[in-house]
């Protein structure tokens, strides 16, 4: 179980609190996750590492792909500051621009019928084209 002082730092850092926020509404994979939030796949990848190494995430294979979402039972302390968490940033621009692009990730992915690198790589040249 993670310790109080754990779960603060790992909630020190804003990406993986984005990515804590993100998997909170869905699950989502590495490449979804990098086309939502903007960053690099190592950057994820390391993320997504410390969160289900301090027993937040859950995993699903589906093919090659694995999924993330936050894990079901946790705690009462980390359900708790989550939840504070959450309703903390509800409105947080952010968090709302990050929610933006996630439901404009899904709606990509589910035109195309897939979700990987290359699907990514063009869902990032659409979104840099609207801006």
Known sequence: MISEVQLFKLL??????????????????VCQLMGVLG??????SRNISLLSSADLLEERREGKLVFYSLKRKQSSFVARILAVLKTGLK??????????????????????????????LSFMETRRGKR
């Not at 947080?92 to 990050?98: A, N, S």
């Open 91 to 120: 409105n947080d621009k952010r968090l709302l621009d990050d929610l933006r692009s996630l439901g404009e990730c899904y709606e990509f992915q589910k035109k195309t019928g897939k979700c990987d690198m290359k699907t990514f």
């Open 39 to 44: 960053v690099s796949q190592p950057l994820v």
């Open 12 to 29: 020190s850092d804003e990406t993986r609190v984005r990515i804590l926020m993100l998997l909170g509404r869905r699950e989502l994979c």
